[in-house]
C-alpha cells in the first residue's frame, strides 16, 4: 500500500501524506473482492479526496468484516446464486460501467460480459427489464 501511497501523492502533486493506523488496520481486516487492483483504486481515490496530509479511515470506503462464528452458516452456499448477486452489486455499484464492475469483481471486462450473458443479465440499466435465470 505504501507503494501506491507514495505513487499517487507524486502524481497528484501531494507530497508528505501519511496514513493512519487505523487504516492499516481495517484494510488488513478488509476481505478484498477486487484484490490488489482495488486496493489500488482505493488508495488512488483516497489521495484525491483527501483535505490535508493523513489519510484516515474515513478516506477509505472499507466497512468492518462481520466474521460469522463457528456454528454459522452463510446465507446462501449456491455458487451461482452468489456470482450473480456479485455481478449485480458490482454494476449498480459502478453505475452500470462494465468496465468499472469488472475492476471492482478483479476480471476482465469480456469475461465480465460472458458471465453476463449466461445470467442473462441486461447490458443497460433498467433493472425491471432483467429476468434472471439461474438453473443448478
Known amino acids: 500500500m505504501i507503494?501506491?501511497?507514495d505513487t499517487y501523492a507524486t502524481k497528484f502533486n501531494k507530497p508528505n501524506i501519511q496514513v493512519s493506523r487505523e487504516v492499516f488496520d481495517a484494510l488488513l481486516k478488509y476481505d478484498f473482492p477486487g484484490n490488489v487492483r482495488e486496493l489500488k483504486n482505493m488508495t488512488e481515490r483516497a489521495i484525491i479526496l483527501c483535505k490535508g496530509n493523513l489519510l484516515g479511515i474515513n478516506d477509505f470506503p472499507v466497512k468492518p468484516q462481520k466474521t460469522p462464528?463457528?456454528?454459522?452458516?452463510?446465507?446462501?452456499?449456491?455458487?451461482?446464486?452468489?456470482?450473480?448477486n456479485l455481478i449485480q452489486n458490482a454494476l449498480k455499484r459502478s453505475n452500470y460501467n462494465q468496465q468499472a464492475a469488472a475492476d471492482a469483481l478483479g476480471i476482465h471486462r469480456d469475461a465480465l460480459s460472458r458471465k453476463m450473458k449466461k445470467y442473462n443479465i441486461a447490458f443497460g440499466k433498467s433493472e425491471e427489464s432483467q429476468s434472471h435465470r439461474v438453473t443448478d
Open 3 to 5: 507503494h501506491f501511497v
Open 69 to 84: 462464528s463457528s456454528d454459522e452458516h452463510p446465507a446462501s452456499v449456491n455458487l451461482k446464486m452468489n456470482e450473480l
